[in-house]
């Protein structure tokens, strides 16, 4: 049974540009949030997608913007790329049912901007 | 909107110690939840707790939920250089049932041979 896989792994993007980041959530699991996490920290609440929705938001500006497709996968993207987006992006899937009980984690995407 | 705080930031000791991690708040959450990341990796779920004074064990550890469900611990016997890792508390924000999770800053466990 597959996990949260997330792509890519890496990225490297210059300031100003604009980048997408994809994720498939655990099989059955219909409820994806994304999450950035600064080096040392704890991660940050992005946002989170259920029904294809939007369903909460974190302190993020409107240049992080998602989407969730009917397969619940998700992509987040970000616009007008600063220097401080650098960060590793997880994204976490819950199944039905569980509100935020429990979150499964994918591995990151690694996202460095210059 | 709801804080967890995590002492200690840093933790350093010898294969075969005993430690014990503390997460805490000043408000009420309807669970907790424990994560431990390794570089380069997603956090990894551990446990749940969700009843006040709720104990759970798992293997070599412990995991506390306070009575009034504002605090939690992590204790680790024996502890094993697998052991290493960042050790997170996380928690349901704004004490709703759906929605985001507000974590805390984490523990850095190095568990030396």
């Known amino acids: 049974d597959a996990g949260v896989t997330q792509s890519p792994t890496h990225l490297i993007k210059t300031r100003g540009q604009q980048v997408t980041l994809r994720c498939s959530p655990k099989s059955g699991h219909d409820t994806v949030s994304w999450y950035q996490q600064a080096l040392g920290q704890g991660p940050q609440f992005i946002f989170q997608y259920y029904e294809e929705e939007e369903r909460q938001r974190g302190n993020f500006p409107d240049r992080f913007s998602g989407h969730q497709f009917p397969n619940y996968s998700s992509e987040l993207n970000v616009n007008a790329l600063l220097l401080g987006d650098s960060a590793l992006y997880l994204c976490?899937?819950?199944?039905?049912?569980?509100?935020?009980?429990?979150?499964?984690f994918g591995p990151g995407t690694r996202l460095t901007v210059t | 909107t709801q804080l967890l705080e995590q002492s200690p930031q840093f933790l350093s000791i010898q294969e075969g110690e005993n430690l014990t991690v503390y997460c805490n708040s000043s408000?009420?959450?309807?669970?907790l939840q424990w994560y431990r990341q390794e570089p380069g990796e997603g956090p990894v779920l551990l446990v749940t707790?969700?009843?006040?004074?709720e104990v759970k064990k798992l293997k070599r550890l412990t995991f506390q939920f306070g009575d009034a469900r504002k605090d939690s611990s992590l204790h680790i016997t024996a502890a094993q250089p697998g052991d290493t890792g960042l050790y997170l508390c996380?928690?349901?924000?704004?004490?709703?049932?759906?929605?985001?999770?507000?974590f805390g800053q984490g523990t850095i466990l190095t568990v030396h041979p």
């Open positions: 408000s009420v959450f309807s669970s």
């Open positions: 976490a899937s819950s199944p039905p049912g569980t509100g935020d009980y429990e979150q499964y």
């Open positions: 707790v969700v009843t006040g004074g």
């Open positions: 996380a928690g349901p924000a704004g004490g709703t049932s759906y929605g985001k999770l507000t």
